[in-house]
């Protein structure tokens, strides 16, 4: 069975009536059997709502068996849930106090990534049904035994029925754009040294492949373990290389190289700047000045050093994309392309006015062709972490790939300490649901609530990230559940305790309920699961059309609560925080602007070190915005856009995360040893970063401004930098990768204010997938 016949169900009702059939199936077959079967109806009402929490209100991503295999794992879960559940409910503080730590732990359990976020809800209804009367410890085999098998039917449900296409998993994707690099590589080491628009267009799109928005969440590589991160740094690594091997196409004009002397040789010129772009931008950065300078000439093909190096490049980039596919260690690949690089490394060094010393046309050439050459070494031992784990032959930079060597426990504890703060959106859903959670279960139990189960699955279900969401949902969710109760009424009233009626309807309804509800949204939703409810229990216990009016209580009480911290609790969600965020993430970037020009100047030591407190502090303000950008996505504008400080109406976002990339990536570059120093052209890169921090600066306060300063509009600014196309005399290598580095962030700043251009970030909410330059951080 591959899904419903063409044209039998309207395109949009086709997936959820697939989900709504396997969730029928499986609660329907469970309660059935232990209702009438087994005449155990504590374990048919666990049966079915095991079923409807991971099946219905979990929202559990991939593809039916990827669900399977999730739900399979979650057993265990929801053992210990119903268990905790059941003894904590005998005292109401107790229960109450259960409610607010593993309401919170569910919720922020989605830092794990989407699987994890989208089991939530499912387990908090595991975890809130067994938290209600009968308070019974005694009842805990049948709850368990009806949790499990209901949790198991849905497994084989998953796995069995209406089986999905399997999209390529990001091991595929990594490797095909892996091998897309590989060619470019060997194409720009062989005449004619450059690459057609096919084969830049092909790159472009392998590198697109690999953003986490083209990617379905189930196979994104968000998670905490080391092959995870390592996968995301692996795709991280290749967009890299993809985005800067097209700067080294048609590098063929003349150029200028000193040998040995004052007599000039020839060798390619032309835009050969080395690209700044860090991990997870497609896009070749701008040019000092403006526009791309044109080939001069069809030249002589680029120096021995540097085809070597592309050489290089793309043997490892082959053995990357074997080690993906394959599971092949690509070591000897990694440590030739190391040792060719360590040569052109040595040539470039080479000091202004002593013999081989090159000409600057030819320094930027070299610095592109580095910059390439460190984004597949980063590739090849990334690769190899991702697939071998701790068992990798390939050792990268510590300070790069410090989660090579950490334990799950200890990389776990990472991610929960980059999250655990109030500016994370993550921790802020966390506490709002909590909260919310806790006091529905205190209201249920100091007032007797009559089903106050259904109370705090209305709070569960109605709350949202915004007041202005929660508002507009429970608005739809009061007149929905009126309807439901009304026809609940009415349905009772006829039926009366003539169980078979609701036997036979009960599955029908549920069909119904599950397949229209979440295309109808949330108030038919409501509406529908009323009357569901309603038939359930009518096989429980004696119905009585009083059970309609109980259930349009416990919907208002749990609404209202929803509402209240709704509007305690965050009320813009990641509206605020997104703007804070990316303020605070320029902050941050600026101060290592700054340090960074100033420590590439000094001779032998960096002021800075790569991985010092000040990268670990931007790199964790570049993870909080990429959350709050992720959850900003799914919001709509709140209060209609008013609030204490409106958001700029043009603001590119991600133009704001990728500077945070370009500020990481490019620093931790430049402060690697040996620390040569920039001789006369320090004051120049020192003024220059000033610059670019000052500019930086100014939109951090455009964005948020603090109480004393007045709000302003985002600044226009100039896409390059003045200055960057200088060649002060006797400038290293080192000068023009720096100059193209702050060039680059310039670029990003005068995005942010255009909100027009697409910057490359990857705002997904992964808390931690994509989005870490340096290496995956919290």
């Not at 399977?68 to 409910?89: D, F, K, N």
């Not at 526009?291 to 050093?305: I, S």
């Not at 970037?589 to 407190?613: C, D, K």
């Amino acid at each position: 069975m591959s899904g419903f016949p063409a044209g039998r169900v309207p395109a949009p009702y086709a997936a959820p009536a697939r989900r709504a059939l396997r969730v029928t199936l499986v609660a329907a077959a469970g309660f059935y059997f232990f209702r009438y079967g087994l005449d155990r109806p504590v374990a048919a009402t666990y049966a079915l709502f095991a079923a409807v929490a991971l099946g219905g209100l979990a929202r559990i991503p991939g593809t039916g068996r990827q669900r399977a295999v999730v739900v399979l794992r979650l057993i265990p879960v929801g053992w210990l849930l119903v268990a905790v559940g059941t003894y904590l409910s005998v005292r109401t503080w107790s229960a109450v106090a259960g409610m607010l730590v593993v309401g919170f732990a569910l919720a922020f359990s989605a830092i794990g990534g989407p699987r994890p976020a989208g089991a939530a809800p499912g387990l908090q209804l595991l975890y809130i049904l067994p938290s209600f009367p009968p308070y019974d410890p005694g009842q805990l085999d049948d709850r368990l035994l009806g949790t499990t098998t209901g949790m198991a039917l849905l497994v084989l449900a998953e796995a069995l029925i209406f089986p999905e296409p399997t999209p390529p998993p990001y091991r595929a994707r990594a490797a095909h754009a892996a091998a897309v690099a590989a060619r470019c590589s060997a194409l720009l080491a062989a005449p004619p040294y450059a690459l057609s628009p096919d084969d830049i267009r092909a790159a472009r799109e392998a590198g697109h492949r690999l953003r986490s928005l083209t990617v379905p969440e189930a196979d994104r590589p968000a998670g905490p373990g080391v092959r995870d991160r390592a996968l995301s740094h692996t795709g991280l690594a290749i967009r890299t290389l993809l985005s800067r091997l097209p700067r080294l196409s048609g590098m063929s004009g003349p150029a200028v190289v000193r040998d040995g002397g004052d007599r000039p040789s020839r060798a390619p010129a032309g835009d050969d700047r080395p690209s700044s772009v860090p991990d997870g931008d497609d896009r070749p950065s701008p040019v000092p000045g403006g526009g791309d300078r044109p080939a001069a000439g069809p030249g002589v093909p680029p120096d021995a050093a540097v085809t070597a190096v592309l050489d290089a490049v793309a043997r490892l980039a082959t053995a990357g994309a074997g080690c993906l596919r394959e599971g092949s260690s690509p070591l000897a690949a990694y440590q030739e392309l190391a040792a060719v690089r360590a040569v052109l490394s040595a040539r470039s060094a080479v000091p202004a006015g002593e013999a081989g010393a090159p000409a600057p046309d030819v320094l930027r050439r070299h610095a592109a062709a580095l910059e390439v050459a460190d984004a597949a070494l980063a590739m090849g031992a990334a690769a190899d972490l991702a697939v071998h784990g701790r068992r990798a032959t390939v050792v990268g930079p510590p300070e790069r790939f410090w989660y090579a060597t950490a334990r799950a426990p200890q990389l776990w504890w990472h991610r929960v300490r980059g999250h655990a703060g109030r500016r994370s959106v993550f921790f802020q859903n966390a506490v709002r649901i909590a909260l919310a959670l806790t006091a529905a279960r205190l209201v249920a139990g100091v007032d007797t609530l009559p089903h106050g189960f259904w109370a705090t699955l209305a709070t569960l279900t109605l709350t949202r990230t915004t007041m202005d969401e929660t508002w507009s949902t429970i608005r739809s969710a009061l007149a929905g559940t009126l309807a439901g109760a009304l026809l609940t009424g009415g349905t009772l009233a006829l039926a009366g305790t003539h169980t078979e009626v609701y036997a036979v309807v009960l599955p029908l309804w549920m069909l119904f309920a599950f397949t229209v509800g979440p295309v109808k949204g949330v108030g038919w939703a409501q509406g529908l699961f009323t009357v569901l409810v309603a038939l359930v229990f009518a096989q429980l216990a004696p119905p009585t059309w009083r059970l309609a009016e109980v259930r349009l209580l416990d919907v208002l009480v749990g609404s209202a609560i929803g509402a209240v911290f709704g509007l305690l609790a965050w009320p813009r969600g990641a509206h605020d925080e997104l703007r804070y965020a990316a303020a605070e993430l320029l902050r941050r970037a600026a101060e290592i602007v700054v340090a960074t020009s100033a420590s590439v100047a000094l001779e032998g030591r960096a002021a800075v070190p790569a991985g010092m407190p000040g990268h670990r502090s931007l790199q964790r303000a570049v993870i909080l915005a990429e959350s709050a950008y992720g959850q900003f996505q799914s919001e709509a504008t709140p209060f209609g856009g008013r609030g204490r400080v409106p958001v700029p109406p043009a603001v590119d976002w991600q133009a704001a995360l990728m500077a945070g990339h370009h500020t990481l990536w490019g620093s931790e570059r430049l402060l690697e040893p040996p620390c040569t120093g920039l001789g006369p052209a320090a004051a120049a890169v020192s003024g220059l970063g000033d610059q670019v921090a000052g500019r930086m600066l100014l939109v951090s306060a455009a964005l948020d401004p603090g109480g004393d300063t007045p709000a302003a509009p985002l600044p226009r600014l100039a896409r390059s930098l003045a200055g960057a196309d200088a060649e002060p005399p006797g400038a290293p290598r080192l000068y023009y990768a720096t100059v193209s580095w702050l060039d680059s962030l310039m670029a990003d700043l005068s995005r942010i204010a255009r909100g027009g251009g697409e910057a490359g970030a990857d705002g997904d909410g992964s808390g931690g997938g994509e989005g870490e330059p340096a290496g995956p951080g919290p």
